[in-house]
């Protein structure tokens, strides 16, 4: 069956199954032994040393006290550390750890396995239709408001 080119149309064909890929590569992260957004939280963490809770809630839309809970867990799980005002934890400059890198690598590892297995059973002219999609979904995000 065609996929419509118009937008609502497009969207409406793409949603489903982008919705249901983006599902199942958050539940490799949990597989590995993290949610989803904890995994998201290190990502930020990692790519912005530095960074404060109230920042990441910020980036995340997240409400302070909710990032503030987040970030308790990730060091107590001993993913990030803080430096800084101690006594204020929401200025205080986050850094992932050597242990919150390994558990990226494994969700990011986890995330590859099950993504390339997929593909692999795919035919070479679905593979190429996806690799073609690469670049318009990453302009995709790039026009969020």
Known sequence: MPVPSDPPALA???RAPLLQVSR???????????????????GHVRKRPGVTASELADIERMTRPSMSSHIKRLE???WI????????????DLQITAAGEAQLAAIRQSRNDWLAARLARLDPDARAALAAAHEPLLQLLSLEP
């Open 76 to 78: 107590a799980a001993g």
């Open 24 to 42: 199942r590569l958050r539940q490799e992260a949990q597989r590995v032994g993290m949610s989803a957004l904890d995994a998201l939280l290190l």
């Open 12 to 14: 409406e064909a793409l």
């Open 81 to 92: 550390t803080r430096s800084g005002d101690r006594a204020d934890g929401r200025r205080a």
